[in-house]
């Protein structure tokens, strides 16, 4: 059974990475097309995003909040005030699909390096998705249109890294939950 998980968690790194690398084949004006087809997708999200309903979220919430952690809402609403007009939707929804695209792989690369006593790994997967992303950045210096970018790839990182961890939660639930139980635990 552990054989064929494998296997398909194999097969879910690769159709992922080809999805992620075909996207990456792609001349600027088609990526611009496609990113801006998400972008209208999504567009009642952005308008939220950038109704400014979420700082003042934040500011009502900061103030029922003790010193510190209110201090904290507070600057971050500011820093949202301050940074979010300068974000144009277009960037925000290419880095969206940077950091999900890379979720998905590192949750994948998560579930495939589990070594045989079920334990979880976390340089070999990490290592394999920070040369995914530097592939995927290279791969852009050599297509029309569009350009390889240091900035990108710690954005894949982040996605990976987050991707990764969820997967080594599901993990470690499935660890404790599947546990075998002691004889005579609970018992009177």
């Not at 209208?40 to 999200?45: D, I």
């Not at 309903?53 to 809402?73: D, F, H, M, T």
């Not at 007009?85 to 949750?107: D, M, N, Q, T, W």
């Amino acid at each position: 059974m552990k054989r064929i998980s494998q296997i398909i968690f194999l097969i879910c790194v690769i159709l992922t990475l080809l999805f992620i690398w075909v996207n990456s084949m792609m001349p600027g004006d088609l990526s611009g097309a496609e990113s801006a087809w998400v972008q209208k997708l999504v567009q009642p999200v952005l308008d939220f995003i950038y109704s400014g309903r979420i700082q003042a979220g934040l500011e009502l919430l900061a103030v029922r909040l003790p010193g510190r952690l209110s201090a904290a809402l507070f600057r971050l609403a500011e820093t949202l005030d301050e940074k979010l007009p300068y974000l144009y939707p277009s960037i925000l929804v290419r880095k969206a699909a940077h950091f999900s695209e890379y979720a998905l792989l590192g949750f994948f690369m998560g579930l495939l390096f589990v070594r045989r006593d079920g334990r979880s790994r976390f340089f070999l997967p990490g290592l394999a998705c920070l040369t995914a992303a530097a592939i995927d950045e290279s791969i852009q210096l050599f297509v029309s249109g569009r350009a390889g970018q240091v900035r990108d790839v710690c954005i894949d990182m982040c996605g990976a890294l987050s991707g990764l961890a969820i997967a080594l939660t599901v993990l470690a639930v499935a660890r404790a939950w599947y546990r075998p139980k002691s004889a005579g635990f609970g018992k009177n």
